[in-house]
């Protein structure tokens, strides 16, 4: 409340502005209330009132402002003006004397025809203002005329804003005149009575290319304000929320050569084949449409056809959502025509497209339909997403069809079928494993809502994907309920300390209802500036009304100390929510010290992160999290600074690394916090994008927001408690909400115990209240529960104000006591009733249950609890093994975020481990007596005889260490890893993928730094691909070689290897090692090796011997005894092993033989073509940055290959050194047939002998070092087992089939023998003396059976006893 001294008389403020005393950045004028007022809201700012009758007060007020010795006046605020001719032209006056003037805002301002006229063309001529908002001003559509007249000239105006006005279609129509002609337009908002505005608007916007940002609003029919259109240039997205057919025509027409909308959203508007046929041209002739949604949009078979047939020419659009529409079978069928192929020589008509989505109930797939998609998941080699939702006519057995079709497609990895009655039975599920058995390429398979899920039977398909169902609340109970959108939104102002985060968070309270409560109620006095170094402690929420939404600030805390509760205030993933990041310019407010500009992007990325590694926890991202960038005390800085220019290009940089995964919008709010007018537009951003996500994330049952209104009730009768128990919660469900009451004695009262639990999940999830299963209450308070009690136990145990020692513990009856104590002594009338219903113990109970905290012993009542979060740093202590004996092993494992530029692991990760940690191995069954202790960043374990330490990276780190001491085999540490450790870490780390590597023994065993470790670990599989590239001989000896490890210059850690079996466990060994055994499985049928000579080498598997030693002689014996056969077994695992490896080393001997044999078959299969006149083993290589790299297949159209032949020795095949070889220019369509055969078999031959470390073609490892890499993707190929047939196949394949794949062979090499002939001839490359020049290759014949073979001169020397050289 403004004190009397405050208010100024009119000749002080005259006096003030023509004497320039006043430097005033904002003026706002209020012709509303009787008398005269006028405060300084600010040192920049003043708010002035005049009754409607004192015209000459303000007229000498606006001739003052232009009078001015010196102006730097920017914005001008007019509120409730009757404007005269008079006023005008001393408004143009001020304006034309003031060139710093950028804003003018007139709200519920009133003007004639001539006025307005008088004004507008006064804007033709200036040079400075650069936004304009009308605001209940009476425009029409004579003002949008005037005002399109004179913006067509102007171009300086960069913001115009028309609100709650009518401007008709005529005003529309001039101002999309203006739009076409003015490219310095950046933002256009409209508010009109009627949608039809919208569309020559964004049309003009559309057809000119503008990189303007549209917003269109109207009112429905009930008085409700809704968007028609949003435009975004930043984000290039165009969503369409309501238009008519005729519109909807037009924006096509207007996006057919539009270069800058990627993404079109036109979902639930009604469309028909006429817009369908205009869309047609729109993706036929559009280069940079990327995602169209045309979900619920009503179309028929004959819009669908027209979609259609525009994919056959587009080649840029990515993603299409046409589910929840009106067509059948034909539509389906024409749809993936051009996503599919007919024939083997047919081209995919479009190859871009990567998602698309179809069904609904009112889609009816049929025959036609479903026979379309068999081809569709047949043929195509594009489509990465295919979702068929909500479908009522598959039945099981066409289900099975389309999961049949699928063990062939290498290219599909997700797979909806939501919602799909046709999913259920034992048939649908046996056909889902086998596919999954056959196809690794499938990474999910979307099965909620269908009769499979709900029976319960798709644990198995989760498991044989890799991962775990998220079980969601049965909601579906509630599926034929209606939904509506949300009303409520959550504005989340996150920075770091003193970033003015209350002080913004109270000047957006005054700004959402301005006109609802008195002037000086407005007002507030200057912050103090001692009060402004000042932090605000704990977690603050205020909420607000804005028409029927309802809108909650959540200042976040910036202490430090609480960070660690941020990701439980996270909301859920249906929960609309604006993320406003908040930065201050200086380090703190009293000192004027600027923060550096890597400072301020260090606090913008630490929130960034946050925001994804927390948005990837649900279930589905139905969207991005909206962010808005925030800096204040914009005020007290130059604004031609050098750093602020800084500033913005880091910004730029961050939105850049971020854009995917949040939403930003495209401007940075620069402000001074405690100003109303310097907040006033970021107010109004606020109310417009929270409308906007309301309208966009997922609708909420309609008895949520009944029972919500319901619960306001009763929190009013009840004192405003913030607490609900479980069966007052049942007693307001029964009484107010229908569908939740229990009609009779005879209903069934879990089924409507179970749906109300449901609904409170679903309340949960959306951010109305807090509730967890198996609690018997719900939080309908979030302030309080967060800021209040939370917050309390925080500072209270921060400051160690327990009767514990300074271990982190409290007592807790003390804990219950000082709830008690706390959250009512200080909270007056309405919390003093807070434990009436509800007892202190089940907050401790709740906090147990969040795994805030846990309780040192469970079986007693008074155990002390320790919260993690309050631990206290031990960097200071000495770390060191409590046991380290010389016969100690280490091992340890290093868990790291893979996308750690983006995400990290949140401060609560750490903190709910140690507790999530502590209650699994104190729920062990054979846990025997383990001890767990904790420090800030460290979990310390003994279990087992077994020595953990399990440390969380550098501060705000993106990996985990897990390392290990025993006496124990690394096997069984190993197991301890992957059967508990690891999978709590991974429990926790929900959306955030770990990857696990091996970390160096040597670090392990003297703990070093994290710093000094960086270089000092392996990906896991990486290590294993390295044992697999080896020949069986080298396996069990192989060395990992580690770098050595420095700092300034000092060596920490020098270089060093550690065998490969002693990083891994038997079971990964084990595991390498049935790798290779199936690799030779495939190849020795591939080979056609009889079973008779397979080595027949059963796995041994080591029992662990445990017994306990009696303290005795006898017992002493006993013990020795044991540790002697303990070693034995061990031995004999060695030996074990050594034998395992022995039976490769016979099995690929076996198969090597067979190899080279099917080699010399190739080669000498016909030796009366043309009697060997030329050799017949050719490979293609291309030239690039000085190398050769190998052609692993041919394609029409490639040119500058080189054709080399290798030396044809048998058993010792190579490529002959320094070839000239010759050039083949291009390959045709003949020559790609023709070769094809040839490559591939040559290639999987070629495969195969790397599988095994054969020398099939010695020196082409050296030639190309990246060999195995090119040919890395046929060894998992379906193509490479396909031509022969699979491990499985190839047992089942005959004898005949055998006969007849062999006769294809000798076709396939017989035509590209032919080809070799026929290019050499017309390379004049046909002699014998010809070849010996270009290839360096004699034709010769062996002595023993007479086969005639093409040689090396090295091979014409060393093995001239055994060979007689031919002439040709």
């Known amino acids: 409340m403004a004190s009397s001294q405050d208010s100024k008389d009119l000749q002080w403020v005259v006096k003030s502005m023509r004497d320039g005393s006043l430097d005033l950045y904002s003026v706002s004028f209020f012709l509303s209330q009787a008398g005269f007022y006028c405060y300084q809201e600010s040192e920049n700012s003043i708010i002035v009132n005049l009754s409607k009758d004192d015209v000459f007060s303000f007229s000498e007020l606006l001739k003052a402002l232009g009078m001015a010795k010196k102006s730097v006046l920017k914005q001008i605020e007019f509120h409730l003006v009757e404007w005269k001719m008079e006023q005008a032209k001393d408004l143009l006056l001020l304006l034309e004397n003031s060139p710093n003037v950028k804003q003018l805002v007139f709200k519920r301002n009133k003007f004639d025809a001539e006025c307005f006229k008088e004004i507008a063309e006064g804007l033709r001529r200036n040079k400075c203002v650069k936004e304009i908002m009308l605001s209940e001003s009476g425009v029409g559509s004579s003002g949008a005329r005037a005002l399109a007249s004179v913006l067509s000239d102007n171009d300086i105006l960069e913001e115009l804003q028309i609100w709650e006005d009518s401007i008709g279609s005529g005003g529309a129509e001039e101002l999309s005149k203006m739009i076409e002609v003015n490219s310095t337009l950046r933002l256009l908002t409209i508010f009109d009575s009627k949608s039809i505005t919208a569309t020559p608007l964004v049309s003009a916007v559309l057809a000119r290319n503008r ?55 036109m979902t639930g508007v009604r469309l028909k084949s006429r817009w369908a046929k205009e869309f047609r041209w729109v993706l036929e002739q559009n280069r940079t449409l990327k ?136 048939l649908v599920l046996q056909q889902i494993m086998e596919t999954l058995n056959v196809n690794p390429w499938i990474e999910d398979i979307d099965l909620k809502q269908t009769p499979l899920q709900i029976a319960g039977k798709t644990e198995d398909i989760s498991k044989r994907l890799g991962g775990t169902e998220r079980t969601e609340p049965d909601i579906d109970m509630l599926k034929n309920m209606p939904m509506i959108a949300p009303k409520s939104c959550r504005v989340f102002l996150c920075g770091q300390e003193y970033a003015g985060k209350s ?155 971020f854009q995917g995964f949040v939403e930003f919008y495209p401007t940075v709010f620069t402000l001074d916090a405690r100003s109303s007018a310097s907040v006033n537009k970021l107010g109004l951003h606020v109310r417009k994008t929270c409308k906007t996500i309301l309208e966009r994330v997922p609708r909420v049952y309609q008895l949520c927001n009944d029972l919500m209104d319901k619960i306001s009730d009763w929190r009013l009768e009840n004192g405003n408690k913030p607490t609900m128990k479980w069966k007052e919660f049942q007693d307001v469900c029964q009484i107010n909400i229908p569908s939740l009451r229990i009609h009779s004695r005879h209903d069934n009262k879990e089924k409507f115990e179970t749906r109300r639990r449901a609904v409170a999940t679903c309340l949960h999830h959306i951010g109305e209240l807090i509730y967890f299963d198996g609690l018997e209450f719900l939080i309908l308070d979030y302030e309080w529960f967060y800021g209040e009690v939370l917050g309390e136990v925080t500072r209270v145990t921060f400051k160690r104000e327990s009767s514990t020692e300074n271990s982190g513990f409290i007592l807790k009856k003390d804990l219950e006591k000082m709830l008690i104590r706390n959250l009512q002594s200080h909270i007056p009338g309405m919390r003093t009733k807070v434990f009436e219903n509800l007892e202190a113990h089940s907050l401790v109970k709740m906090m147990l249950k969040l795994e805030i905290c846990y309780e040192q012993d469970p079986s007693d009542p008074n155990s002390p609890l320790l919260f993690p979060s309050n631990l206290e740093e031990g960097r200071w202590k000495h770390q060191r093994w409590l046991v380290d004996t010389p016969d100690s092993n280490y091992v340890g494992r290093h868990l790291q975020c893979d996308d750690s530029s983006h995400m990290y692991l949140t401060p609560d990760f750490f903190p709910r481990l140690q507790v999530h940690l502590h209650n699994k191995i104190m729920g062990l069954k054979n846990q025997h007596g383990a001890s767990y202790s904790l420090e800030k960043r460290l979990i310390s374990i003994t279990m087992n005889g077994i020595h953990v330490r399990i440390e969380l990276g550098e501060q705000y780190g993106y990996y985990v260490d897990v390392l290990a001491c025993s006496a124990k085999s690394p096997t069984e540490m190993l197991r301890l890893f992957q059967q508990l450790i690891i999978p709590a870490i991974q429990s926790l780390c929900h959306g955030i993928t770990l990857s696990e590597y091996v970390l160096r023994s ?250 095994i470390g054969a020398h099939l073609a010695v020196g082409m490892g050296q030639m190309i070092p990246d060999l195995s890499r090119e040919v890395a993707h046929l060894i998992d190929s379906p193509a490479l087992y396909g031509a022969a047939g699979a491990a499985a196949g190839a047992a089942i394949i005959g004898n005949r089939n055998r006969s007849k794949n062999s006769r294809d062979m000798q076709q396939d090499h017989f035509a590209a023998q032919q080809w070799l002939v026929d290019y050499l001839r017309d390379q004049r490359c046909s002699t014998a003396k010809d070849i010996a020049e270009k290839f360096g290759l004699w034709r010769i014949r062996y002595t023993d059976d007479g086969q005639i073979s093409w040689i090396c001169r090295r091979h014409m020397y060393t093995r001239r006893n055994e060979i007689m050289e031919v002439p040709s």
């Open 1002 to 1251: 040597e670090c392990v065993k003297n703990l070093t730094s994290h710093r000094y470790r960086r270089n000092q670990f392996v990906h896991l599989q990486q290590l294993k691909k390295a044992l697999l590239s080896l020949p069986a001989d080298t396996i069990y000896d192989y060395q990992h070689t580690w770098d050595s490890s420095t700092d300034s210059g000092s060596l920490i850690l020098g270089p060093g290897f550690d065998f490969a079996r002693d990083l891994l466990s038997d079971d990964d060994f084990q595991e390498v090692i049935h790798s290779r055994y199936h690799d030779l499985y495939n190849l020795a049928y591939e080979l056609q090796v009889t079973e008779e000579n397979d080595p027949n080498h059963p796995p041994t598997i080591s029992q662990e011997i445990t017994s306990s030693v009696e303290p005795t002689f006898v017992g002493i014996a006993k013990g020795v005894e044991a540790v002697l056969q303990r070693l034995k077994i061990i031995e004999q695992e060695i030996r074990d092993i050594k034998q395992e490896i022995q039976g490769l080393r016979y099995y690929e001997h076996r198969i090597l033989i067979e190899l080279h044999r099917k080699m010399n078959y190739l080669i000498n299969y016909n030796t009366q073509l043309e009697e060997r006149k030329v050799p017949n083993m050719f490979y293609f290589v291309r030239t690039e940055n000085y190398s050769r790299r190998l052609i692993t297949s041919v394609i029409s159209g490639m040119t500058a290959l080189r054709l080399h032949m290798l030396c044809e020795y048998r058993r010792e095949m190579h490529v002959v050194e320094d070839q000239i070889g010759c050039e083949l220019m291009q390959v045709d369509n003949i020559t790609m047939k023709t070769l094809a055969p040839y490559m591939k078999k040559f290639m999987k031959l070629l495969t195969f002998a790397l599988k």
């Open 291 to 426: 995602e169209v949604n045309l979900s619920k949009t009503y179309l028929k078979d004959k819009g669908v056809v027209y979609v259609a047939a525009g994919l056959f020419k587009n080649q840029s659009l990515e993603t299409l959502y046409l589910d929840e529409n009106w067509f059948g079978g034909i539509g389906v069928e024409h749809l993936l025509c051009p996503l599919s192929k007919y024939t083997t020589y047919q081209n995919q008509a479009n190859t871009t497209l990567k998602t698309i989505t179809l069904g609904g109930g009112k889609t009816k797939i049929g025959k036609e339909g479903l026979s379309a998609i068999v081809q569709l998941l047949t043929s195509n080699q594009s489509v990465t997403s295919l979702g068929i939702y909500n479908d009522e006519s598959l039945k099981p057995h066409e289900i099975v069809r389309i999961f049949k079709s699928l063990e062939r497609n290498a290219t599909l990895k997700y797979l909806s079928l939501q919602g799909c009655k046709g999913v259920k039975g034992e």
């Open 503 to 657: 002080t913004l968070c109270n000047s957006l309270s005054r700004n959402f209802s301005p006109l609802k409560v008195s002037y000086l109620d407005q007002v507030r006095t200057l912050v103090d500036p001692v009060e402004q170094a000042v932090s605000t402690p704990g977690i603050k929420i205020k909420a607000f009304k804005d028409e029927d939404t309802k809108i909650s600030i959540w200042n976040l805390a910036g202490q430090h100390e609480t960070y660690s509760l941020h990701d439980l205030m996270f909301p859920g993933h249906g929960c609309a929510s604006l993320f406003l990041i908040i930065s201050s310019l200086f380090r703190k407010p009293n000192n004027r010290e600027l923060k550096l500009a890597s400072e301020i992007e260090e606090d913008l990325q630490y929130w960034l992160r946050y925001i994804v590694s927390n948005s990837r926890r649900a279930p589905q991202q139905c969207m991005l999290p909206n962010v808005t960038m925030v800096l204040t005390h914009f005020d007290k800085i130059n604004k031609q600074s050098d750093d602020l220019l800084v500033t913005v290009s880091s910004i730029k940089r961050l939105r850049d690394k």
């Open 211 to 265: 990189s303007m940002e549209v917003h269109i609003w109207s009112v429905e029919y009930k008085k409700k304000s809704s968007k028609v259109v949003e435009f975004v240039p930043e984000n290039s997205t165009l969503r369409i929320y309501q238009i008519d057919i005729k519109g909807a025509c037009r924006v096509a027409c207007a996006l057919g050569l539009n270069s800058t909308v990627r993404s079109l959203d």
